[in-house]
């Protein structure tokens, strides 16, 4: 089983996924946490992005792609590999946020950082 939790900075979503976690082991489960970006190398480069102020104007576009991006490496290396050992995946935010944050920017520009 794949859980994403999803919600705006600072609502609580890292307190949620630890109860979680903790309710689903004590229940039986292997549980395996995650989020986006992920760890991966598309991941750090958003993360080093996003928090270095920039002064250039990105096209938002670029943005969701960057996620999408990550989003499948995720994905692939990390959600899928675990899924099939038998562990029920829960991930700090997925596609809604991508809708949410970058979605709302799509096809504007905004200044980096």
Do not use: C
Not at 14 to 26: G, P, Q
């Amino acid at each position: 089983m794949f859980v994403a939790i999803e919600g705006i900075d600072g609502v609580g979503k890292s307190t949620v996924i630890t109860a979680l976690r903790k309710k689903l082991e004590n229940d039986g489960y292997r549980v395996y946490t995650t989020a986006e970006p992920s760890q991966s190398p598309i991941g750090r480069l958003i993360r080093d992005w996003l928090l270095k102020p920039r002064t250039n104007v990105v096209h938002s576009s670029i943005y969701a792609l960057l996620f999408t991006a990550d989003r499948v490496q995720h994905y692939y290396g990390e959600i899928k590999p675990m899924l099939d050992k038998g562990y029920l995946v829960i991930t700090e935010r997925y596609m809604e946020s991508t809708l949410a944050y970058q979605g709302g920017l799509w096809g504007g520009y905004r200044r980096s950082g």
